[in-house]
Nanobody, 122 residues
Framework: QVQLVESGGGLVQAGGSLRLSCAASGRTFSTYIMGWFRQAPGKEREFVAAIGRSGSLYYADSVKGRFTISRDNAKNTVYLQMYSLKPEDTAVYYC????????????????WGQGTQVTVSS
């Protein structure tokens, strides 16, 4: 298992950028598929992006071209670089880990961080 701690959230104006980080404990970080999800008030938690063990990338259509997921296995950290932020990107962002190749739904992830708030003002 891994324990996940997100950081980097905050308040930003529309059009701005933020980089989220997720630090993982444990020696097996590189074996996990790492994902980012978000949940806005009153909405279900939705997939944002994922990165596989070998670097395969997956994005939700709503963030494609604006967000970039990456990982640094030496630092046990996964990142989400967010550009051109929109008010509709406002949500709590969660980092998650899965052992399932190609995992892109929340049901395929069984380890979660506590979340970090991202607020985009118009």
């Amino acid at each position: 298992q891994v324990q996940l701690v997100e950081s980097g959230g905050g308040l930003v104006q529309a059009g701005g950028s933020l980089r989220l980080s997720c630090a993982a404990s444990g020696r097996t970080f590189s074996t996990y598929i790492m994902g980012w999800f978000r949940q806005a008030p009153g909405k279900e938690r939705e997939f944002v992006a994922a990165i596989g063990r070998s670097g395969s990338l997956y994005y939700a259509d709503s963030v494609k071209g604006r967000f970039t997921i990456s990982r640094d296995n030496a630092k046990n950290t996964v990142y989400l670089q967010m550009y051109s932020l929109k008010p509709e990107d406002t949500a709590v962002y969660y980092c998650a880990a899965s052992e399932k190749v190609g995992a892109r739904t929340r049901y395929q992830y069984d380890q979660w961080g506590q979340g970090t708030q991202v607020t985009v003002s118009s």
